[in-house]
């Protein structure tokens, strides 16, 4: 759905090097996936060379490693090395020509730039609802600035009160044990544990990541409370390997929104 955007700084330069914006026509129509691409440059102005960088994954994250693919190539980022969160970005990088690495040979990483799928006022948030959730935690938790990158569609007042899924990566051995354990956990928040599919209602099958494991999404009806709390309940559930609450993570949140660019510092 394409959305008109009169009050989007006209002269916001990460806008501006995304090609959405020009200073002559400050009244534009700007889609989803414009902001999110306005959001992404933005905060590829915070990479400098030299970085190592943590890599995200997502339709929003595309948007960066797209722009530092751009600027290596243009010679204006020198020295760059990319730890991508997903094999999906991994591909990307390498497609655009990013050096790559990973952990093991870079454990301290200078800034990270991803998406998330919900972002409350406290800058904590969900993430993985593209499956990418578990090497998005430990390289985003590996990184001196975590930059987050989101529109305005993602800020929501309580971590789950979007009514979409907050993940959990769990093994396949007996999943459906883990999952009602996990329904049970959050009964009183009117919890409902479903294994992520895709495909054709027939031929549906279990979602599987990255990490050869399957996707338990968890839909509340209400607020979970205390998110440490609830993260260390899900944690100590055999069974499972890695949650998608990013608590306390982010150092940075740029949202794009119809009014413009917003920059939350932690
Ligand atoms: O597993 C996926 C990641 O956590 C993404 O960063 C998150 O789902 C947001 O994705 P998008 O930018 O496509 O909304």
């Given at each position: ?113 991803d ?21 998005e ?12 990158i ?6 929501v ?94 150092t ?15």
């Amino acid at each position: 759905m394409a959305i008109p955007y009169p009050h989007f700084i006209a002269t916001e330069k990460a806008a501006m090097d995304a090609g959405l914006l020009h200073p002559s026509s400050p009244s534009v129509i700007l889609t989803q996936d414009d902001l999110k691409k306005i959001a992404a440059y933005k905060a590829v102005e915070y990479v400098e060379s030299g970085m190592v960088l943590g890599l995200g994954t997502g339709s929003t994250a595309k948007h960066a490693v797209d722009r530092i693919g751009e600027l290596l190539r243009q010679g204006k980022l020198k020295d760059i090395v990319g730890i991508p969160t997903s094999t999906k970005t991994h591909e990307q990088a390498l497609s655009l020509g990013i050096p790559l690495s990973d952990l093991d040979a870079h454990p301290a990483i200078d800034l990270a730039i991803d998406g998330a799928d919900e972002v409350d006022p406290f800058l904590n948030l969900v993430k993985g609802r593209g499956g990418s959730l578990l090497r998005e935690k430990m390289v985003e938790g590996a990184c001196k600035k975590f930059i987050v990158i989101v529109d305005e569609s993602k800020l929501v007042n309580y971590l789950g009160g979007s009514g979409l899924a907050m993940p959990v990566e769990v093994i396949k051995f007996c999943w459906r044990f883990t999952a009602a354990r996990l329904q049970k956990l959050f009964e009183e928040a009117g919890c409902v544990a479903r294994l992520r599919t895709f495909g054709e209602k027939e031929k549906e099958e279990p979602y599987v990541t990255d990490n050869g494991n399957f996707i338990v999404d968890l839909y509340f009806e209400r607020s979970i409370g205390d998110l440490k709390a609830a993260s260390d309940a899900i944690l100590q559930l055999a069974g499972v390997v890695e949650h998608g609450m990013f608590l306390d993570m982010a150092t940075t949140v740029i949202v794009a929104g119809e009014l413009g660019l917003t920059v939350k510092n932690k």
